[in-house]
């Protein structure tokens, strides 16, 4: 059998902002993931600095990208990431509504029930652990489970409330 070829991050840009609800900062950060063939998805990552309680959001754009591709044969799918002392865990949520749920960048945003439990899903994580494994910037995520751990031993509430509206300095997300 052969080995499937690697999956790895392209980095593009990012941006910061506040958080909508907290005033914390918010980061964005994006990019492709690609294999030998080319890109297989354009991704934007979001959360709120040192802030646990927000989930991190990462958006996937799947599908065809590159010269003679069209936005229709994309779709949106996004995961929640849960920062815990444990190392976190991601799960797949609604896309409708999320920034990328965008016409000009994908056919449509998918809800967490047309994904799971489908090859697409197995996809969607493959993707999320290529990235995981190869986009430096994904380490500010990865640290909210230190955050997270610093919280608990100091007996600060756990509390989650849900992912955050984030505002951005930068109101597109085009490749610079």
Not at 21 to 33: A, E, F, M, P, V
Not at 36 to 41: K, M, Y
Not at 110 to 118: A, F, K
Not at 134 to 163: H, Q
Request: net charge negative; charged share 25%; with cysteine.
């Amino acid at each position: 059998m052969a080995t499937p070829a690697p999956i790895t991050s392209q980095f593009w840009n990012e941006s910061t902002g506040h958080c909508d609800c907290c005033g914390r900062t918010s980061k964005t950060i994006w990019g492709d993931l690609s294999d030998q063939s080319g890109s297989l998805a354009v991704y934007f990552v979001q959360w709120t600095v040192s802030a646990p309680e927000h989930d991190p959001i990462i958006d996937l754009i799947i599908g065809p990208w590159g010269e003679g591709s069209e936005p229709a044969a994309r779709v949106l799918v996004s995961l929640a990431y849960r920062p815990s002392t444990r190392g976190g865990s991601f799960m797949v949520v609604d896309a409708v509504g999320r920034r990328a749920d965008d016409r000009k960048i994908c056919g449509r945003a998918l809800s967490r029930h047309e994904v799971i439990n489908t090859l697409l899903a197995e996809q969607a994580f493959s993707l999320v652990d290529a990235l995981w494994l190869t986009e430096p910037r994904i380490a500010e995520v990865r640290d909210l489970n230190r955050v997270s751990c610093r919280r608990s031993i100091d007996g600060l509430s756990s509390a989650r409330s849900g992912s955050c509206k984030q505002r951005t300095r930068e109101q597109d997300f085009s490749q610079d």
